[in-house]
């Protein structure tokens, strides 16, 4: 859910135009995370907007212990194992985190073990983001543009906030556009038989181009009540298009083409985001504390797609058209209530809720496209309607005790309900009914002597719950070269939920206001891992997902922030930022080796340098490093995807007290990808192998503070 809570802790003022406000705001989010119970990391909006970047998964791929390969991951699992909220909610049907402006954002907050507030679906952790609210009067525009082999694509950010004794508000409206052309990828599919000689030969060239254009605006208003009530209104409106086409052209040295080895498509996408919610909290006697909160959530997506194939035989041409819509409509509730009972406690109970409509249908009409004018018909045209009620319900409890003054302890337990009913005119009517207890304990030990060591210990029940799509058999199908690298793709409606325990532990040391050296480890024992079953139906090759069999996932991570100027005397202002995370899973229903969860990512590395060269100039850059590896997905498919390099840098050049330029390049090393893709039994192989190029480019952003 896209809702905004009204207990969100207020940010630091730091006053424009002073250089080292990083620095300072820094060590203020360093002895948050000292203080604080629960293990939890925290990014400030200065390091967030640092790098000039548009989307927030830009942002993210240079935290600790995150990476982006398609999707965001914490301790290099995606796929549902990492929980994104915002605000402390899950993420609202149809809403990406590509689509979220760095702007909105005020922290990310990265919590490696769950708690029972934020909620237990996060097996690898939690990634929180938090937006930004009015803390003092600010007036600031800021006007950028990209350049990359695509072109040039503008954008504009305008953001307003003040605060009175009775009325704060904030406003930011966002303005982007986004242009990606070029080659795409180059496929090679080679094919063999039982005896392993060759048979197929197929090599694929890719060419595409997209334009995105998004509007957003965020407006935030807050009242304070004459007896100290409060009640916040967020709102959230975003409007995207898209254009898309590209063209594929096959040449087949040994054996028979695809059906279509020459085809092409054109898509237009249109999404629109409109969200709401209003909190109320009251603060009563003896540190009694209510925070209630209603939100409407609603999202519409309507694609229109026409892919058109030529044939090696001109009766083998086809159109095919294809309109769709999906829309989800959710009405959410949480709140909480904190109480204190004894000394030395801090006890909350609260419930979070949600009931989503949604309702999504598929128009296709295959034609002739020979070309020939006739346009006729072939086979039936398809029309399919799902509709779908998702209804979620979780109670909690927590209690955050002072066991003596070094020593804190976390205890909590949340019971979780979701019940999915779904409706179409093509399946069957599918039910799902899944209940969770997540019982979770943290404790942080400063150790005796000592105020800047420290240990952690954690112990948690997670989950990660089917996906309505998950559930629902829709079939999603491959338009050209279906085959076992390349299966159509379908729901399971008897999906359950994956559960896991965890262990965390880590050791951490403060030293100056910013500085600080952490070490960590991890582990998890998950039942009811989902995987992906590959079967033939009437010739053609599936993928659904089934539960299977358990895994074990553990870890280590170290991090460090280290400013030269608290570790040698007279050095320059010069900040050091490194994390790197070593990861480990093995899934026992897939023969190894190399048998790693969901294609956990082994090993991701990151080191950043900030350097203040005067009052008015600042640069730095980030070096990130991400491993992958062979995998291996069932007895007959296995996966290899090549290592990931990317370099970053930026400048920041304060024009005069109010205006500021800032300028960054991004991927400079400009690494393709590399993936291959291998399914063997005892009747032959086939391998796909794809080449994908990547892209660098500059930004530059003119900031102006009224």
Same mark, same amino acid.
């Given at each position: 859910?896209?809702?905004?809570?009204?207990?969100?802790?207020?940010?630091?003022?730091?006053?424009?135009?002073?250089?080292?406000?990083?620095?300072?705001?820094?060590?203020?989010?360093?002895?948050?995370?000292?203080?604080?119970?629960?293990?939890?990391?925290?990014?400030?909006?200065?390091?967030?907007?640092?790098?000039?970047?548009?989307?927030?998964?830009?942002?993210?791929?240079?935290?600790?212990?995150?990476?982006?390969?398609?999707?965001?991951?914490?301790?290099?699992?995606?796929?549902?194992?990492?929980?994104?909220?915002?605000?402390?909610?899950?993420?609202?049907?149809?809403?990406?985190?590509?689509?979220?402006?760095?702007?909105?954002?005020?922290?990310?907050?990265?919590?490696?073990?769950?708690?029972?507030?934020?909620?237990?679906?996060?097996?690898?952790?939690?990634?929180?983001?938090?937006?930004?609210?009015?803390?003092?009067?600010?007036?600031?525009? *800021?006007?950028?543009?990209?350049?990359?082999?695509?072109?040039?694509?503008?954008?504009?950010?305008?953001?307003?906030?003040?605060?009175?004794?009775?009325?704060?508000?904030?406003?930011?409206?966002?303005?982007?556009?986004?242009?990606?052309?070029?080659?795409?990828?180059?496929?090679?599919?080679?094919?063999?038989?039982?005896?392993?000689?060759?048979?197929?030969?197929?090599?694929?060239?890719?060419?595409?181009?997209?334009?995105?254009?998004?509007?957003?605006?965020?407006?935030?208003?807050?009242?304070?009540?004459?007896?100290?009530?409060?009640?916040?209104?967020?709102?959230?409106?975003?409007?995207?298009?898209?254009?898309?086409?590209?063209?594929?052209?096959?040449?087949?040295?040994?054996?028979?083409?695809?059906?279509?080895?020459?085809?092409?498509?054109?898509?237009?996408?249109?999404?629109?985001?409109?969200?709401?919610?209003?909190?109320?909290?009251?603060?009563?006697?003896?540190?009694?504390?209510?925070?209630?909160?209603?939100?409407?959530?609603?999202? *519409?997506?309507?694609?229109?797609?026409?892919?058109?194939?030529?044939?090696?035989?001109?009766?083998?041409?086809?159109?095919?058209?294809?309109?769709?819509?999906?829309?989800?409509?959710?009405?959410?509730?949480?709140?909480?209530?904190?109480?204190?009972?004894?000394?030395?406690?801090?006890?909350?109970?609260?419930?979070?809720?949600?009931?989503?409509?949604?309702?999504?249908?598929?128009?296709?009409?295959?034609?002739?496209?020979?070309?020939?004018?006739?346009?006729?018909?072939?086979?039936?045209?398809?029309?399919?309607?799902?509709?779908?009620?998702?209804?979620?319900?979780?109670?909690?409890?927590?209690?955050?005790?002072?066991?003596?003054?070094?020593?804190?302890?976390?205890?909590?337990?949340?019971?979780?309900?979701?019940?999915?009913?779904?409706?179409?005119?093509?399946?069957?009517?599918?039910?799902?009914?899944?209940?969770?207890?997540?019982?979770?304990?943290?404790?942080?030990?400063?150790?005796?002597?000592?105020?800047?060591?420290?240990?952690?210990?954690?112990?948690?029940?997670?989950?990660?719950?089917?996906?309505?799509?998950?559930?629902?058999?829709?079939?999603? /199908?491959?338009?050209?070269?279906?085959?076992?690298?390349?299966?159509?793709?379908?729901?399971? @409606?008897?999906?359950? @939920?994956?559960?896991?325990?965890?262990?965390?532990?880590?050791?951490?040391?403060?030293?100056?206001?910013?500085?600080?050296?952490?070490?960590?480890?991890?582990?998890?024992?998950?039942?009811?891992?989902?995987?992906?079953?590959?079967?033939?139906?009437?010739?053609?090759?599936?993928?659904?997902?089934?539960?299977?069999?358990?895994?074990?996932?553990?870890?280590?991570?170290?991090?460090?922030?280290?400013?030269?100027?608290?570790?040698?005397?007279?050095?320059?202002?010069?900040?050091?930022?490194?994390?790197?995370?070593?990861?480990?899973?093995?899934?026992?229903?897939?023969?190894?080796?190399?048998?790693?969860?969901?294609?956990?990512?082994?090993?991701?590395?990151?080191?950043?340098?900030?350097?203040?060269?005067?009052?008015?100039?600042?640069?730095?850059?980030?070096?990130?490093?991400?491993?992958?590896?062979?995998?291996?997905?069932?007895?007959?498919?296995?996966?290899?995807?090549?290592? /990931?390099?990317?370099?970053?840098?930026?400048?920041?050049?304060?024009?005069?007290?109010?205006?500021?330029?800032?300028?960054?390049?991004?991927?400079?090393?400009?690494?393709?990808?590399?993936?291959?893709?291998?399914?063997?039994?005892?009747?032959?192989?086939?391998?796909?192998?794809?080449?994908?190029?990547?892209?660098?480019?500059?930004?530059?952003?003119?900031?102006?503070?009224?």
């Amino acid at each position: 859910m896209f809702a905004f809570a009204a207990s969100a802790q207020e940010v630091i003022s730091i006053p424009a135009g002073v250089p080292v406000q990083a620095v300072q705001i820094t060590g203020a989010a360093d002895k948050q995370r000292q203080g604080d119970t629960t293990a939890k990391v925290v990014i400030t909006h200065a390091d967030i907007v640092r790098f000039g970047d548009t989307s927030a998964a830009d942002v993210l791929k240079r935290l600790p212990g995150v990476t982006v390969a398609g999707e965001v991951r914490m301790r290099g699992l995606g796929n549902g194992y990492t929980q994104i909220l915002v605000n402390g909610d899950p993420l609202a049907p149809g809403f990406s985190i590509d689509s979220l402006s760095p702007d909105l954002i005020e922290r990310v907050e990265l919590m490696r073990a769950a708690t029972v507030e934020y909620g237990t679906q996060a097996i690898a952790g939690t990634i929180n983001i938090v937006l930004r609210k009015a803390t003092t009067r600010r007036r600031e525009a *800021k006007l950028g543009v990209v350049s990359d082999s695509a072109g040039v694509s503008p954008n504009l950010s305008l953001q307003m906030a003040d605060r009175g004794d009775v009325l704060s508000y904030s406003v930011t409206g966002v303005a982007r556009q986004e242009k990606v052309s070029g080659p795409g990828e180059r496929e090679q599919l080679t094919g063999a038989g039982a005896d392993g000689s060759v048979n197929l030969r197929r090599e694929t060239l890719y060419r595409y181009s997209i334009v995105n254009r998004s509007l957003s605006l965020a407006p935030r208003l807050q009242w304070t009540l004459p007896a100290g009530d409060s009640v916040t209104s967020q709102s959230f409106v975003e409007v995207t298009t898209s254009a898309r086409h590209g063209n594929t052209a096959e040449t087949t040295s040994l054996g028979a083409p695809s059906d279509y080895p020459l085809n092409g498509f054109v898509a237009d996408n249109r999404v629109e985001i409109a969200r709401s919610d209003v909190a109320w909290t009251r603060s009563g006697e003896g540190g009694r504390r209510l925070d209630a909160k209603v939100g409407v959530n609603h999202s *519409k997506r309507k694609i229109h797609y026409v892919f058109t194939g030529d044939g090696p035989y001109a009766d083998r041409s086809l159109e095919r058209t294809v309109d769709s819509e999906a829309r989800d409509d959710q009405l959410t509730s949480t709140g909480k209530y904190a109480m204190p009972v004894l000394a030395g406690h801090s006890l909350v109970a609260g419930w979070d809720g949600a009931v989503t409509e949604r309702s999504e249908y598929r128009l296709q009409h295959d034609r002739d496209g020979d070309g020939d004018g006739d346009g006729a018909p072939r086979g039936a045209a398809l029309d399919e309607n799902y509709d779908a009620r998702v209804r979620r319900l979780a109670f909690f409890m927590q209690d955050e005790w002072d066991v003596t003054p070094r020593w804190q302890m976390y205890l909590g337990l949340r019971w979780e309900g979701l019940y999915t009913d779904s409706l179409s005119n093509v399946v069957s009517p599918v039910h799902n009914r899944s209940g969770v207890w997540s019982p979770v304990m943290q404790t942080l030990w400063k150790l005796p002597g000592s105020e800047k060591d420290q240990v952690r210990l954690g112990v948690t029940r997670t989950y990660k719950a089917p996906t309505t799509p998950s559930l629902i058999p829709r079939r999603y /199908t491959a338009n050209n070269d279906n085959g076992p690298t390349n299966p159509d793709r379908q729901g399971n @409606p008897q999906l359950r @939920p994956e559960l896991a325990w965890g262990l965390d532990a880590a050791y951490e040391h403060y030293f100056s206001k910013a500085g600080m050296v952490s070490a960590s480890a991890y582990a998890r024992r998950v039942t009811d891992v989902t995987i992906d079953r590959l079967y033939v139906e009437n010739g053609v090759w599936i993928a659904s997902p089934v539960n299977d069999g358990k895994a074990t996932v553990r870890g280590i991570e170290l991090e460090a922030t280290l400013p030269l100027a608290a570790l040698i005397a007279n050095a320059p202002a010069l900040d050091v930022k490194f994390n790197l995370v070593r990861n480990w899973s093995t899934l026992d229903a897939v023969p190894g080796p190399h048998n790693r969860l969901a294609a956990q990512t082994p090993f991701s590395a990151n080191i950043g340098v900030d350097y203040r060269a005067s009052e008015r100039l600042t640069a730095g850059g980030n070096y990130g490093f991400r491993s992958a590896g062979p995998v291996t997905l069932s007895a007959y498919l296995s996966n290899y995807s090549s290592p /990931t390099r990317t370099l970053d840098i930026y400048t920041a050049f304060k024009l005069s007290p109010s205006t500021q330029l800032r300028a960054s390049a991004f991927n400079l090393l400009r690494q393709d990808g590399y993936s291959v893709t291998l399914f063997s039994n005892p009747e032959g192989s086939t391998m796909r192998s794809s080449f994908a190029p990547t892209n660098r480019g500059i930004r530059l952003t003119l900031e102006h503070k009224i």
